[in-house]
């Protein structure tokens, strides 16, 4: 290659990664190009076309290599800027710039080069710092505990199907165009959150996310009806302040689902089934909430979320929409947050308007500024584009992380085979170097939820199911490691640390098994996150990627007093490593073993399929 830059090292690009407003940044550039007129550094702000470009100067000369740098300040104000680099050379133009994957790192000659990526963001609104290294628990409230008396399934829905058994599997009873007709209920509720306390004190977590919890026709509850009650399946509003107060005597905190890009049909809003004494915007256009939808006809042509006419979209930058969730007194925001809800996550954020996630993070900032805002992005949020729009996430004024499906979909394919250590380590590295330092180590890592299969019957590979295998139960021991040791918060979706499979929807969701969990899966977890408890590094560590071959992925996390190193194999056969350590010797903290150090070199074996966390 003549031209070299790697955007991943200090030497070519410096700082790293994300930078605030106004930064000074140092730009190198490595060429073997022979007669070398001149080089750029050609840039452009986020939406515009042209490029500026600043001639870098030569600061290094020899037989083979001439060096270039340049100086570039980023903007006073946030937004992305995009960057390549061009070389004119005897009597030729030859350009540089990312790779083709848009990594960043390494990059190629091209004629038409991708630009690399610089976040420019300020930070007005950063993640609060108590979030980092906190254990969030998600739960789908009717299929984790009922805790009524003998079980009873109270306030049950019209023309539902209500489940005797606890262990029989969830159901969809669908029309002749795949809706569904009957929804099925299994009882789980508040108060069973609320007995269950002490199980997840015993786990080791810190933040209940509750799937929705307002009143709604469907089991999952995103068809929300009224936003100030809580379905009579799940409890009361004091059935909820109850859960509060005695989480709070666990040093468990609470975050609801808000569900605010759509509502149900079946609302006090829209009510197109007339259950409401509200006159609702299907009703009338002298509705009050009239306004909220977007219909091109009224009553039965409205626009609704995926086509589905049960789940109509609404306007959020409507005036008395923004009051009625955001700015009134009484608003949603407002209302719950005097119940005690520490924030929220927000339901498919990708359809949210940025001025609305803005307005919203404002109130919750005003109520508490130590209130944490999750938006649902399923790729990465730094230049996440929806509706045409390049979205403003971690800029500053709107989340303070997001869910990392980019971090999931990246480890399952390594412990599948499916990709090597050192695409892992790519991958990550440009994750780090798009987002906002902040905003990396407060980012969701989840690796399964109430829209994904469960994370055993992807590990183990297989479409039957119930299947388990001994090398799916040992990429999830390897896989809950790299997850709760990582930078960031981790999320453990009900029932995962107990051993649930399900493939497809609603098997996904099946309840947890109480007293029939996986114990050698349950036992794992909650070692490890007594781990994560345990020592400062891996809550507060500072966070270094790298790679030994193709099957072997690892990570460092450091403070000033510790050094801890986590490896993960995805091997069918046994690794052989060296690590250069300073520290005399390392221990594997999962099991007591010790390696000593021989002249700074540790060698280690490293099992198929197999974790080592060690600590120095």
């Given at each position: 290659?003549?031209?070299?830059?790697?955007?991943?090292?200090?030497?070519?690009?410096?700082?790293?990664?994300?930078?605030?407003?106004?930064?000074?940044?140092?730009?190198?550039?490595?060429?073997?190009?022979d007669n070398i007129d001149q080089a750029y550094?050609?840039?452009?702000?986020?939406?515009?076309?042209?490029?500026?470009?600043?001639?870098?100067?030569?600061?290094?000369?020899?037989?083979?290599?001439?060096?270039?740098?340049?100086?570039?300040?980023?903007?006073?104000?946030?937004?992305?800027?995009?960057?390549?680099?061009?070389?004119?050379?005897?009597?030729?133009?030859?350009?540089?710039?990312?790779?083709?994957?848009?990594?960043?790192?390494?990059?190629?000659?091209?004629?038409?080069?991708?630009?690399?990526?610089?976040?420019?963001?300020?930070?007005?609104?950063?993640?609060?710092?108590?979030?980092?290294?906190?254990?969030?628990?998600?739960?789908?409230?009717?299929?984790?505990?009922?805790?009524?008396?003998?079980?009873?399934?109270?306030?049950?829905?019209?023309?539902?199907?209500?489940?005797?058994?606890?262990?029989?599997?969830?159901?969809?009873?669908?029309?002749?165009?795949?809706?569904?007709?009957?929804?099925?209920?299994?009882?789980?509720?508040?108060?069973?959150?609320?007995?269950?306390?002490?199980?997840?004190?015993?786990?080791?977590?810190?933040?209940?996310?509750?799937?929705?919890?307002?009143?709604?026709?469907?089991?999952?509850?995103?068809?929300?009806?009224?936003?100030?009650?809580?379905?009579?399946?799940?409890?009361?509003?004091?059935?909820?302040?109850?859960?509060?107060?005695?989480?709070?005597?666990?040093?468990?905190?609470?975050?609801?689902?808000?569900?605010?890009?759509?509502?149900?049909?079946?609302?006090?809003?829209?009510?197109?089934?007339?259950?409401?004494?509200?006159?609702?915007?299907?009703?009338?256009?002298?509705?009050?909430?009239?306004?909220?939808?977007?219909?091109?006809?009224h009553p039965d042509e409205y626009d609704c979320?995926?086509?589905?006419?049960?789940?109509?979209?609404?306007?959020?930058?409507?005036?008395?929409?923004?009051?009625?969730?955001?700015?009134?007194?009484?608003?949603?925001?407002?209302?719950?947050?005097?119940?005690?809800?520490?924030?929220?996550?927000?339901?498919?954020?990708?359809?949210?308007?940025?001025?609305?996630?803005?307005?919203?993070?404002?109130?919750?900032?005003?109520?508490?500024?130590?209130?944490?805002?999750?938006?649902?992005?399923?790729?990465?949020?730094?230049?996440?584009?929806?509706?045409?729009?390049?979205?403003?996430?971690?800029?500053?004024?709107?989340?303070?992380?997001?869910?990392?499906?980019?971090?999931?979909?990246?480890?399952?394919?390594?412990?599948?085979?499916?990709?090597?250590?050192?695409?892992?380590?790519?991958?990550?590295?440009?994750?780090?170097?798009?987002?906002?330092?902040?905003?990396?180590?407060?980012?969701?890592?989840?690796?399964?939820?109430?829209?994904?299969?469960?994370?055993?019957?992807?590990?183990?590979?297989?479409?039957?199911?119930?299947?388990?295998?001994?090398?799916?139960?040992?990429?999830?021991?390897?896989?809950?490691?790299?997850?709760?040791?990582?930078?960031?918060?981790?999320?453990?979706?009900?029932?995962?640390?107990?051993?649930?499979?399900?493939?497809?929807?609603?098997?996904?969701?099946?309840?947890?098994?109480?007293?029939?969990?996986?114990?050698?899966?349950?036992?794992?977890?909650?070692?490890?996150?007594?781990?994560?408890?345990?020592?400062?590094?891996?809550?507060?560590?500072?966070?270094?990627?790298?790679?030994?071959?193709?099957?072997?992925?690892?990570?460092?996390?450091?403070?000033?007093?510790?050094?801890?190193?986590?490896?993960?194999?995805?091997?069918?056969?046994?690794?052989?490593?060296?690590?250069?350590?300073?520290?005399?010797?390392?221990?594997?903290?999962?099991?007591?073993?010790?390696?000593?150090?021989?002249?700074?070199?540790?060698?280690?074996?490293?099992?198929?399929?197999?974790?080592?966390?060690?600590?120095?």
């Open positions: 290659m003549s031209i070299f830059h790697n955007s991943h090292d200090l030497s070519y690009r410096n700082p790293f990664g994300a930078v605030i407003t106004n930064t000074v940044i140092t730009i190198h550039l490595d060429s073997s190009l550094f050609c840039w452009r702000k986020e939406g515009l076309e042209v490029c500026d470009r600043i001639t870098m100067e030569v600061v290094e000369l020899n037989q083979d290599i001439t060096r270039f740098a340049a100086r570039y300040q980023a903007p006073d104000y946030v937004g992305l800027v995009w960057y390549y680099f061009m070389i004119e050379h005897d009597g030729m133009t030859t350009c540089y710039g990312n790779n083709k994957q848009c990594y960043g790192g390494e990059g190629e000659e091209n004629n038409h080069p991708t630009p690399y990526q610089i976040t420019v963001y300020n930070q007005e609104y950063a993640p609060p710092a108590w979030l980092q290294g906190k254990v969030i628990y998600q739960i789908f409230v009717d299929r984790f505990y009922n805790g009524n008396n003998n079980g009873t399934i109270v306030h049950p829905k019209k023309n539902s199907v209500l489940h005797s058994h606890w262990d029989n599997d969830p159901v969809y009873i669908r029309g002749e165009n795949g809706e569904i007709l009957t929804w099925d209920f299994f009882g789980g509720n508040l108060l069973g959150i609320i007995k269950k306390l002490p199980y997840l004190s015993k786990l080791g977590i810190d933040i209940i996310y509750l799937n929705p919890i307002f009143e709604a026709p469907s089991n999952h509850k995103y068809d929300t009806g009224d936003y100030h009650q809580i379905d009579e399946m799940f409890g009361t509003t004091k059935t909820f302040e109850c859960l509060f107060h005695e989480a709070k005597k666990y040093n468990i905190w609470i975050i609801l689902d808000g569900v605010f890009s759509h509502t149900g049909s079946d609302s006090k809003y829209f009510n197109k089934d007339g259950n409401y004494p509200t006159l609702g915007a299907y009703q009338s256009t002298d509705s009050p909430f009239y306004s909220w939808y977007r219909f091109s006809q979320w995926w086509g589905i006419d049960t789940l109509p979209n609404v306007n959020e930058m409507d005036a008395t929409f923004i009051d009625f969730f955001i700015e009134n007194e009484d608003s949603i925001i407002n209302y719950w947050h005097r119940l005690g809800v520490k924030g929220w996550r927000l339901d498919v954020a990708d359809e949210l308007p940025d001025e609305f996630i803005k307005k919203l993070k404002k109130q919750l900032r005003k109520k508490d500024p130590d209130a944490i805002l999750i938006g649902e992005v399923w790729e990465d949020a730094s230049n996440k584009i929806s509706y045409d729009e390049r979205r403003e996430y971690l800029l500053g004024q709107e989340l303070d992380s997001v869910t990392n499906y980019v971090f999931r979909d990246i480890a399952i394919a390594f412990l599948l085979g499916e990709i090597s250590a050192s695409d892992v380590h790519v991958r990550l590295v440009s994750m780090n170097e798009n987002y906002p330092k902040a905003h990396f180590f407060s980012l969701m890592n989840l690796i399964g939820t109430h829209d994904t299969p469960r994370i055993l019957s992807i590990l183990t590979n297989v479409s039957e199911e119930g299947t388990k295998n001994e090398n799916g139960i040992n990429r999830l021991k390897a896989l809950s490691v790299w997850q709760l040791l990582f930078p960031g918060v981790p999320c453990i979706y009900y029932g995962d640390e107990a051993g649930v499979v399900g493939i497809e929807e609603p098997l996904n969701r099946r309840t947890y098994p109480w007293g029939k969990e996986n114990d050698q899966l349950l036992d794992w977890y909650k070692k490890i996150i007594s781990i994560q408890k345990k020592y400062d590094v891996f809550q507060i560590g500072d966070w270094n990627s790298f790679n030994h071959g193709k099957h072997v992925y690892g990570f460092k996390r450091t403070t000033e007093t510790q050094i801890a190193t986590v490896l993960i194999s995805n091997s069918s056969d046994n690794q052989r490593i060296r690590l250069s350590e300073n520290s005399e010797s390392l221990v594997n903290v999962l099991t007591g073993c010790k390696y000593k150090s021989i002249n700074g070199d540790v060698a280690i074996t490293i099992r198929a399929n197999e974790v080592l966390v060690l600590i120095s």
